[in-house]
């Protein structure tokens, strides 16, 4: 009995001495996602919680929070003790965007969260269907200058990157084009398959398998060069207009995570950013792994560029 007692309280102090033994030796872990099942942000979870799994030896469960826009993740990340079993993979947008559109949001961006890494960029898609015959952006603007056919743009709700992407290419262009906004991209899918709405912008993964079977088509993408899936199609820029916006998801922990947690995770998500290398090609997206310091500059980065962006577009902050 008195070994037994001596080799649990030698467990316990190596657990307090080294925070990664005592999370090494705990249960499952989570993965937040703000995003319903399906997407591609959900994919891109799971396949990072497969690679997490492998290396570290611990289940990582995806818990899918879908609602405001992604904004639940985060929130529910914030709260959490900051001891590695609670994560969170997140696009963009709530970690850089929406401090700008929400007075009272409820999770501060930076000082909330322990960066660990970027693992991939994201292209937008504008893209049209049967509701026109254009093939091009150019062709689209000239086919919704003219008001009789009432032009509008498809984003997956108000507020997100695709909704002022959309707002940026009506400024930019000069084209009158009605916002209608939609609870997720699949429902925009939609309206554009039936031929309900002229022009989607979303993620390209979400656009990318109604191209390649020719329903709907394309125009083109928003990062700064083209995606290497679909190199016949320009980018904006490429197109004419002045707009470029390179999207990423990055995995989080909340603020306070312990180095030694932090540090393996960072490592384990690195080797498995080049190990999924053909899942990200596969779904139109890019393998781009950034280290935590790097993540965190890149968020201040594109924060700082949004905030004028939403001043101009006449965005009035909710809640």
Known sequence: MQRRHFNQTLLAATALSNPWAAWAQSGNARLVVGFAAGGSVDLTARTMAESLRDALGRNFVVENKPGASGRFAPETVRQAKPDGDTLMLVPHGPMTLFQWLHRQLRYDPVKDFTPLARVCVVDYALTTGPATSTKTMAEYLQW??????????GSPGAGT???????????????????????GSALTMVDLLAGNLSLGVSPLPDAIEHHRSGKLKVLATTGSQRNPVLPEVPTLKESGIDLVVDGWY?????????????????????????????FFLKNAMRGA?????QLTQLQLTEAAQWEPWVKSSGFKPED
């Open 144 to 153: 919704a200058k003219d008001p009789k056919n009432k032009a509008a743009f």
């Open 161 to 183: 990157i695709p909704h002022f992407i959309g707002q940026g290419l009506v400024q930019k262009t000069r084209t009158d084009m009605v916002h209608v906004p939609y609870k």
């Open 250 to 278: 990055g995995i989080y922990g909340p603020a306070g995570l312990p180095d030694s947690i932090a540090q393996t995770i960072t490592r384990a998500l690195e080797a498995g950013v080049a190990k999924h290398a053909d």
């Open 289 to 293: 792994y950034l280290r935590p310091e």
